[in-house]
């Protein structure tokens, strides 16, 4: 059998990686796994319902701009976002209804900020991703509460949480995603 020269074998794997991204892309629109009719970037065209919440609720919002910009690692720089409605809250129950208006998975965590830490200075590890050590909660579960794989495109994840006063980084840790823009600070009084 005869050997296949390098640059034929990289040929043939840049062939096969385009056609099984075809194929996946293909899947995901047959099977409804991608944006609703309302487009990506529509929070108000989620496919699932959240329930009542107690407390006082913060809408967030994470954003992607797909494409180019979304290279895997060398994602760039300011190319995501996480928004809250608001800023403050008062201490007490604070239920986060997490709805993802991108194109990628998502998901947010709950850390509280020391000293003069301010949202987005956390350092990134090797591996794409903030120092998560404190954190009280997550949404990161597709239509539903808590943990999971990620809160997927045009849907909502969220938590319910007792907070006690101080500052908060709100933030998406999936690999690259913090460095990439998705943080924000919510001050509870």
């Known amino acids: 059998m005869k050997t296949l020269s390098r640059s034929t074998q990289i040929l043939i794997g840049a062939i096969a990686t385009v056609l099984l991204t075809a194929l996946s892309m293909t899947g995901i629109a047959?099977?409804?796994?991608?944006p609703n009719p309302g487009g990506a970037g529509n929070p108000g065209t989620t496919r699932c319902a959240a329930p009542s919440f107690a407390g006082t609720v913060v809408n967030v919002t994470t954003i992607?701009?797909?494409?180019?910009?979304?290279?895997?690692?060398r994602m760039m720089r300011g190319s995501m976002r996480l928004t809250a409605d608001r800023a403050t809250v008062a201490?007490?129950?604070?239920?986060?209804?997490?709805?993802?208006?991108g194109t990628?998975?998502?998901?947010?965590l709950v850390v509280p900020v020391a000293g003069t830490q301010s949202a987005g200075t956390r350092p990134v590890g090797r591996d794409g991703r903030a120092d998560e050590a404190g954190s009280l909660g997550e949404?990161?579960?597709?239509?539903?509460?808590?943990?999971?794989?990620?809160i997927l495109p045009s849907t909502s994840g969220w938590v319910t949480?007792?907070?006690?006063?101080?500052?908060y980084e709100l933030f998406c840790n999936l690999p690259?995603?913090?460095w990439a823009g998705m943080y924000t600070e919510l001050t509870v009084t």
């Open 139 to 150: 949404a990161s579960a597709a239509c539903a509460e808590g943990e999971g794989e990620g």
């Open 161 to 167: 949480l007792d907070l006690p006063p101080g500052r």
């Open 64 to 73: 992607d701009r797909g494409g180019p910009m979304m290279a895997g690692p």
């Open 30 to 34: 047959l099977l409804g796994g991608g």
């Open 91 to 101: 201490h007490g129950k604070v239920s986060f209804l997490v709805t993802n208006a």
């Open 104 to 108: 990628i998975p998502h998901e947010m």
């Open 176 to 178: 690259g995603h913090y």
